[in-house]
Nanobody, 124 residues
Framework: QVQLVESGGGLVQAGGSLRLSCAAS????????MAWFRQAPGKEREFVAN????????GYTDSVEGRFTISRDNANNTVYLQMNSLKPEDTAVYYC?????????????????WGQGTQVTVSS
């Protein structure tokens, strides 16, 4: 079992930065693939970024490439999403997600564990 709690959302002006955190409970966190997703009002949830257990590989959706950075601190069971140069279209509820079991690479973004989400609002 993995429990995820996001924090760090808020209101920021366009061009600003925010850092989201996702605190994970449960054993073997360091062996789980993790990801961030987001859902804007009236839209489907979309993939933002992911990172494998050893932090050696990370991936991003095109719209955030070069602006967002995903990272993890396995010693503290935490995943981060550093968001720079924020745009109004980044406004959404951001969710942290974990794979269904250790050392599994999700297929078609089939992450199993989800946090409750944190709101990010970017004003123009």
């Amino acid at each position: 079992q993995v429990q995820l709690v996001e924090s760090g959302g808020g209101l920021v002006q366009a061009g600003g930065s925010l850092r989201l955190s996702c605190a994970a409970s449960g054993r073997m966190f360091s062996s789980y693939a993790m990801a961030w997703f987001r859902q804007a009002p009236g839209k489907e949830r979309e993939f933002v970024a992911n990172i494998l257990w050893d932090a050696d590989k990370a991936g991003y959706t095109d719209s955030v490439e070069g602006r967002f950075t995903i990272s993890r601190d396995n010693a503290n069971n935490t995943v981060y999403l550093q968001m720079n140069s924020l745009k109004p279209e980044d406004t959404a509820v951001y969710y942290c997600a974990a794979a269904s079991r250790p050392l599994r690479i999700p297929v078609n973004n089939d992450y199993y564990y989800w946090g409750q989400g944190t709101q990010v609002t970017v004003s123009s």
